[in-house]
């Protein structure tokens, strides 16, 4: 298994996206993004489960103010991506929950420069060696994500790496880290 490091690229290795709901417009056919094709730099939030606790409470609510998109806009960030190996359904659904009520965040989400995407497979993430929690019953092939963020340069190389080393930490993942890697 690779292991992601600071001077490594993502693998190309599709992650799914469905758009949020717009009034009575609803995409229910999942599409293909692979990392790579992005505009970069690109963040990438990696969580172990939608809805969960830490995640829904503390890791990506940090992400999904107005200020902290108003920083990775100024850096330079092209797209924010919150990944977990939940199917394209329910990440959908945890975006809309979670932008619920803040109508900035909303309108960035509805534009695409925030997505809550799926490696339901794990393919991705096991590539990255970013699967924590092995054999979780409630996940499907018993694997979730190992909470981290990843910034990618506007060069397509990972720039930063910060994995959680311990359980329901957000640290090393959390905005904080994210913004200050990202003015170095």
């Not at 001077?7 to 609803?26: A, E, K």
Request: proline fraction near 6%; glycine fraction near 10%.
């Amino acid at each position: 298994m690779a292991e992601v490091s600071v001077g490594s690229t993502i693998p190309d290795i599709p992650v799914y996206y469905l758009p949020p709901t717009v009034g009575d417009v609803c995409v229910y056919a999942p599409s293909k993004i692979n990392i790579n094709e992005l505009e970069h730099p690109t963040v990438v939030v990696v969580v172990p489960g939608a809805f969960t606790p830490t995640c829904s409470e503390k890791h990506v609510p940090g992400f999904l103010t107005t200020s902290a998109i108003g920083h990775l806009k100024d850096a330079g960030v092209k797209n924010l991506l919150i990944l977990s190996t939940d199917s394209p359904f329910i990440t959908r659904a945890w975006g809309e929950n979670l932008s619920s009520g803040k109508k900035e965040i909303l309108k960035e989400l509805q534009d695409g420069y925030i997505k809550f995407v799926s490696d339901a497979s794990a393919e991705l993430l096991t590539k990255l060696g970013l699967v924590g929690e092995p054999n979780d019953l409630f996940a499907k092939y018993g694997l979730r994500g190992l909470r981290s963020a990843l910034i990618i340069d506007s060069s397509g190389k990972v720039k930063y790496v910060g994995v959680e080393k311990v359980k329901g930490a957000v640290s090393d993942s959390g905005i904080e880290a994210v913004l200050d890697a990202l003015k170095k």
